[in-house]
């Protein structure tokens, strides 16, 4: 027989190895676009033959880019901060209150996470040709709100599942009326969860694609349209060097808000002790 | 007294954002009910010939291979993420742990065409893969990786990863450690424990990781897009397809009814298939 | 100045009538009738779950009653608002805003009153010197010991000057010698500030030693309210008897009534109880006698007693020494009985036969349920 500590030994590097080779699956597509991004020739090789960073500069110049970044800003800005508004009131009432409708409401908002995206885009699509929206920003709004709402919603709600409800009864036993109690003691109290709803909805918004893809223009398409419509029609390196950007970019939020709001307990993945 | 300020205008603005969602899907609804009138933007009259258009062999076959590509999507993605998860929530140290939470936590938000793009250089006739393979000796000419069901699975599953490790891991980081470390005392080994508190333990993290996996596979539409080339489609693709290319958006809403009927069909089954599961539940 | 539970005087600062809180199916509060006079300490005290916070967020406004009404000052607050209701109201776990200073905390109350803010600094400063935290002001909550946190609850409750002053168990996190510390401390402040209070708790000790009156509650009901002394010398029923000090609860047989005296026959043996919750009972019928442990005296097994017994085991406490009896012959019953003096260590050794006398006309009887 194998002695037992030898046997945890083996099975410690087995599930190491594991996991390790798990973790280079998930990098593996950024590293290889890493790569490609610097490789000189428009014509994609393994390894590149010579270097450069020209495909930076081409990417940042490119007009469609540009515009679909800032097109992205606009509608990830009103969009994200919408969704906050609307999420955390409702996220409000549901933890507080009973009302007639409430879990039908919130079926309704929650439902999205597991309705497809491109028929969420094919609604609004239609609904805004029904009632004579034209297919400006609002349309594009309205549907991400829609969409990254069950995640400031479930972020908010948490937050206040754990907001001990002593401190609004204590200002309130002190004469705080309740609109005092939301501004002093409950909204700061929730401050951490709210960033991290809205940052949450910010990434998701930004970073949108298939209902995007219905329910933009030309005039308004978000980065991520941009992004595919010239995957479709060109192959050189200008794509793998944006994406380059937009994985450092992202990597950089993720890590900030993991320093700063702690992701594990936003993700509800904290060990418990 | 009032005893629940806020409601009306906490309520309001959620309640108006439920009721235009409910109108873009009736619209959805509505319209998979009307006659596509061809070279026309408008949908002529009320008919459930849409409904019976989806029997054809065409369309019945575009629906079973999304249902494959998504059940095999969602199986792999469950094998590959739960020795992940598993180190997420038991790594101890913080360093680690936060350079782990990180790499997996990244590709979520990267969005699918980020990371389809990325699929596309590592699976092309000179991408990656088979430039090492070549170079290796190991083949003589490329593998054909693209436009295969292969390469769609494995792009999707890369795509849907991360949500299934945060799942399972919220599911095991609730697993309270003393029950293995009771099960070690009673001389289980780790296997053991693993087979036999761990694992079962954490059963509702796999149903509510898997059934979004399915959910969201269902959703993709850049990577079967993009990967399958035409080869392989999905039902996505197909809605798509015919609302821009030939403007039947009728005939794209029956689709896309028809896809949260089956949506609802297999989340219900997944759901029912885990009652049992229900009675295990910690706390 | 202490007015009866069941109507409402000029003395009256809280008034509870026939109040009734429903949650769901469960009768939290069943027709609650309590007053609190001015200046009043009074205490609510019973088993988790018997309602007691829930009649003290009634008196606060946070939930508001199914039944009856309730009144402060006179005027009935059923529909005020808590912010409207002037109580002040410390908390089991302190509820101090983690986010304010000290004194940002203290002067909360000040602000949503618009206190000038001069005046509001002299007030705070008053307060924090009341509780002793002077020299504090700056810090945060989470930057201060448990029983500073407290003073500082305390301090914020109490500069509103309040016209009640609700307490819900607020000792509960504290070490034991840090608890009786702020028992006194509390008590101290609520005499010199003429406070009416009210304050629950479930530790039978800090209620009869801090209260004017007490409240026994249980499962919604109060089922007694006097003085400390009242409550453990004359407990009105069996509930209370046990719930309130240690008893020991003896089996007899209901023989006479004598007077305002009952005879009740423990064995061989009988004994004189007070008799007013006996009356009208049958020869025979079955009677529960409650014995506190000081209310025996142990003797020698040959002197005249009521109930032999050996000694099982000794605690000694200190002051005293509980001595546990085993009963000869019976169910081996056991009996808890409080010998004063150390002398009883040495006298009743381990497995030392004894006889038990119950002092006349001390323990309290009941009709058996
Ligand atoms: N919000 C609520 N919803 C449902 N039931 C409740 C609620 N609050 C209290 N109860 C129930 O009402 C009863 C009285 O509760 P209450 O909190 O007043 O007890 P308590 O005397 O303060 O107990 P403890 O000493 O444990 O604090 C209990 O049975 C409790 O389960
Ligand atoms: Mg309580």
Redesign the pocket.
């Given at each position: 027989m194998i002695p037992r500590s030898t046997y945890q030994k083996v099975l410690g590097w087995v599930g190491l190895l594991a996991v390790l080779v798990i973790v280079a699956f998930l990098v593996l597509p950024a590293a290889v676009v890493t790569i490609a991004a610097f490789n000189d020739k428009p014509i994609l090789s393994f390894p590149p033959q010579t270097w450069s960073w020209r495909w930076f500069g081409r990417a940042l110049a490119y007009e469609d880019f540009r515009q679909g970044f800032f097109n992205g800003l606009i509608v990830t800005a009103w969009s994200s901060t919408i969704a906050l508004c609307v999420g955390g009131m409702f996220a409000f009432v549901i933890d507080r209150y009973k009302f007639p409708l409430k879990s039908a409401i919130e079926g309704i908002l929650i439902s999205p996470l597991v309705i497809p995206h491109f028929t969420v885009g094919l609604g609004f699509l239609i609904l805004a040709a029904q009632v004579g929206l034209s297919r400006g920003f609002a349309v594009v709004v309205i549907c991400h709100v829609i969409l990254v709402l069950p995640f400031v919603l479930r972020s908010v709600y948490v937050s206040l599942r754990n907001l001990d409800q002593s401190y609004e009864h204590a200002a309130a036993s002190l004469g705080a009326g309740p609109l005092r109690v939301l501004t002093t003691v409950t909204l700061p109290l929730l401050l951490p969860g709210l960033v991290s709803g809205w940052l949450f909805a910010a990434i998701l918004s930004f970073n949108e694609f298939t209902a995007s893809l219905f329910v933009t223009s030309q005039r308004t398409q978000t980065l991520p349209v941009a992004m595919y419509n010239y995957v479709r029609e060109f192959a050189d390196p200008s794509m793998a060097a944006l994406s380059v950007m937009y994985i450092v970019g992202t990597a950089a939020l993720i890590a900030f808000a993991n320093a700063f709001l702690g992701l594990g307990k936003v993700l509800n993945i904290e060990q418990s002790h | 007294m009032n005893q629940q300020p806020f409601l009306r205008i906490f309520t309001a603005p959620a309640t108006l954002c439920a009721v235009g969602f409910i109108a873009a899907m009736v619209a959805v609804l509505q319209y998979s009910l009307r006659a596509y009138v061809p070279g026309s933007l408008d949908p002529g009259g009320f008919t459930l010939a849409n409904f019976a258009d989806l029997l054809k062999p065409l369309y019945a076959r575009v629906f079973l291979d999304t249902v494959v590509v998504c059940a095999m999507t969602a199986v792999v993605t469950l094998i590959v993420g739960y020795p992940l998860a598993y180190a997420l929530v038991r790594v101890e140290q913080p360093i680690l742990r936060s350079i782990l939470l990180v790499i997996v936590v990244t590709p979520l938000f990267l969005g699918e065409v980020v990371r389809t793009y990325a699929w596309i250089i590592v699976l092309g006739n000179n991408g990656f893969i088979n430039s090492l393979l070549l170079s290796l000796g190991l083949i003589g000419k490329p593998l054909q990786l693209m436009f295969t069901p292969f390469g769609v699975v494995v792009a999707l599953v890369h795509v849907t990863l991360p949500v299934m490790v945060i799942m399972l891991a919220a599911g095991l980081s609730h697993i309270d450690r003393d029950y293995s470390r009771a099960a070690e005392s009673l001389g289980a080994g780790p296997i053991r424990v693993f087979l036999t508190v761990t694992l079962p333990l954490s059963l509702p993290g796999v149903v509510a990781g898997t059934t979004t996996a399915f959910a969201w596979t269902f959703s993709a539409f850049a990577t079967p897009q993009l990967i399958g080339g035409g080869r392989v489609n999905m039902i996505s693709n197909l809605v798509y397809q015919l609302g821009f290319s030939s403007f039947n958006f009728p005939f794209a809403a029956t689709l896309c009814v028809a896809g949260l009927a089956l949506t609802a069909l297999v989340l219900g089954l997944l759901q029912l298939a885990s009652r049992p599961l229900r009675k295990i539940e910690v706390h | 100045m202490k007015p009866s539970a069941s109507a409402e005087g000029e003395h009256t600062a809280v008034y509870f009538d026939t109040v009734t809180k429903r949650?769901?199916d469960?009768a939290?509060l069943n027709a609650v009738t309590l007053g609190v006079g001015r200046s009043e300490f009074v205490t609510l005290l019973?088993p988790?779950?018997?309602?007691?916070?829930?009649?003290l967020k009634l008196a606060a406004g946070f939930l508001g009653p199914d039944g009856g009404s309730i009144s402060i000052e006179g005027k009935r607050v059923n529909d005020i608002p808590t912010y409207r209701r002037g109580i002040g109201m410390m908390f089991q776990n302190y509820a101090l805003f983690p986010h304010m200073s000290v004194a940002d905390n203290v002067a909360y109350g000040l602000k949503t009153r618009r206190v000038p803010k001069a005046d509001r600094d002299k007030r705070v400063a008053d307060a924090l010197a009341l509780v002793k935290l002077k020299g504090m002001e700056n810090r945060k909550p989470r930057q201060l010991s448990g029983g500073q946190q407290q003073r500082v609850a305390l301090a914020r409750a109490l500069v509103i000057n309040p016209t009640v002053l609700l307490l819900d168990?607020p000792f509960s996190a504290l070490d034991k010698s840090l608890r009786t510390s702020m028992q006194v401390e509390l008590r101290e402040i609520q005499r010199r500030l003429g406070l009416t209070t009210i304050f629950?708790t479930?530790d039978q000790g800090e209620a009869l030693s801090m209260s004017d009156r007490v409240a026994v509650m249980s499962e919604g009901r109060i089922r007694q309210l006097g003085s400390p002394v009242d409550v453990y010398r004359s407990p009105a029923d069996p509930f209370v008897a046990s719930f309130v000090g240690d008893n020991n609860r003896l089996r007899g047989q209901f023989v006479s009534m004598q007077a305002k005296q009952a005879i009740v026959a423990l064995g061989d043996a009988l004994v004189r109880v007070p008799g007013e919750s006996l009356s009208g009972l049958e020869k025979s019928a079955a009677v529960d006698l409650f014995v506190r442990p000081e209310q025996f005296d142990v003797v020698a097994p040959e002197e005249p007693c009521t109930i032999k017994g050996s000694v099982v085991a000794q605690i000694y406490q200190g002051g005293h020494v509980d001595l546990q009896i085993e009963c000869s012959g019976g169910a081996g019953e056991r009996l808890l009985v409080r010998s004063p003096g150390e002398q009883a260590v040495l006298r009743w050794p381990m497995g030392a036969p004894v006889g038990v006398a119950i002092q006349a006309d001390q323990c309290s009887a009941f009709p058996a349920a």
């Open positions: - | - | 949650f769901d469960v939290a019973g988790s779950g018997c309602g007691k916070t829930t009649l168990e629950v479930h």
